[in-house]
């Protein structure tokens, strides 16, 4: 069995669908939430690995999801969390992903794909770090003038922004129509320049891509 998984989102018919797509997936969802408070109960009571979450819930629509997931983090930092949001919300992203290992934002649009959504979800409850494309974009538009990743070259900045979607080596290489090998010096350069010391490999990835989101 999968990884298990608690949903919190007020509309009905996508939590439920979540839910579905989810239990056919592999994973097992263990309790669902239609606001933040209610979520924090179910979280309580079922232990899960991940929780999904609408940034915008009840009852003032504004960032109680979010404020749900900071605290979650806060109390239990081993359960992983994906952020759900119908538009791009750069500053309530970065909170989040900021805080650490196993997280991820996406638009509720990349829910469609759902193979990507599946993977995404896999990948964040393993750990990893998953950014929707859309946000990546207005992270690059609005990087600071005093840029740690200046010293990256153009190919590397690009291999950083597709580790930032959440793409492995093989998925960056097919992305960019070059060898495995090739994306993995390119990572093994990337790494030692953003000062991200010797450490797991896929820590140092999740450190390097919030790194990529605060140069913004």
Do not use: C, W
């Amino acid at each position: 069995m999968g990884a298990r998984i608690a949903i919190a989102d007020d509309d009905v018919l996508l939590r439920e669908g979540l839910a579905s797509l989810l239990d056919r997936s592999g994973f097992d969802v263990v309790g669902q939430a239609g606001d933040g408070e209610d979520l924090l109960r179910v979280v309580h009571e079922t232990g899960p690995d991940l929780v999904i979450i609408d940034i915008r819930m009840p009852p003032d629509h504004s960032i109680e999801g979010l404020r749900a997931a900071l605290a979650i983090r806060q109390e239990r930092p081993a359960v992983s969390i994906l952020l759900l949001s119908a538009h791009v919300e750069v500053e309530h992203a970065m909170e989040l992903l900021a805080s650490g290992e196993g997280v991820g934002y996406l638009l509720k649009s990349r829910v469609t794909d759902v193979a990507e959504f599946v993977d995404a979800v896999d990948r964040i409850a393993r750990g990893g770090s998953v950014v929707d494309p859309g946000l990546v974009r207005e992270l690059v538009a609005a990087r600071r003038r005093d840029d740690p990743l200046d010293a990256l070259t153009p190919r590397e900045r690009e291999v950083l922004a597709l580790m930032a979607e959440g793409l492995s080596n093989s998925g960056i290489a097919r992305r960019l129509f070059v060898t495995d090998g090739t994306v993995e010096k390119h990572v093994h350069s990337i790494l030692p320049k953003l000062q991200i010391g010797e450490g797991a490999d896929d820590h140092r990835r999740v450190r390097a891509v919030i790194t990529f989101l605060e140069a913004r």
